[in-house]
Nanobody
Framework: VQLVESGGGLVQAGGSLRLSCAAS????????MAWYRQAPGNQRELVAL???????NYADSVKGRFTISRDNAKNTVYLQMNSLKPEDTAVYYC?????????WGQGTQVTVSS
């Protein structure tokens, strides 16, 4: 099983991007789906998480600007990012938490220019 991410890129401050992450194989049961990010020199941090039932939680730094959503039928998670800031620049990773193990995407670069 692999997680395939798409949607990263270069955008000006104030712009928007939408990230997607889909599982290429079958995962028996996915509980939480999440997005993390890691900027150079920083630790990986949780950006947003959505439970199987649809409840979402966000890092304080992205509340009101980012929206996480999921499609359980497609084993896909999305991250809509609006009002982007230069400090949002990082590699973004998706994370699926199954019953037995968790899975990580390969990462997609998001760069926000000022």
């Amino acid at each position: 099983v692999q997680l395939v991410e798409s949607g990263g890129g270069l955008v000006q401050a104030g712009g928007s991007l939408r990230l997607s992450c889909a599982a290429s194989g079958s995962i028996f049961r996915i509980n939480d789906m999440a997005w993390y990010r890691q900027a150079p020199g920083n630790q990986r941090e949780l950006v947003a998480l959505v439970t199987r039932g649809g409840s979402a939680n966000y890092a304080d730094s992205v509340k009101g600007r980012f929206t996480i959503s999921r499609d359980n039928a497609k084993n896909t998670v999305y991250l809509q990012m609006n009002s982007l800031k230069p400090e949002d620049t990082a590699v973004y990773y998706c994370n699926f938490r199954g019953t037995i193990r968790q899975y990580w995407g390969q990462g997609t670069q998001v760069t926000v220019s000022s």
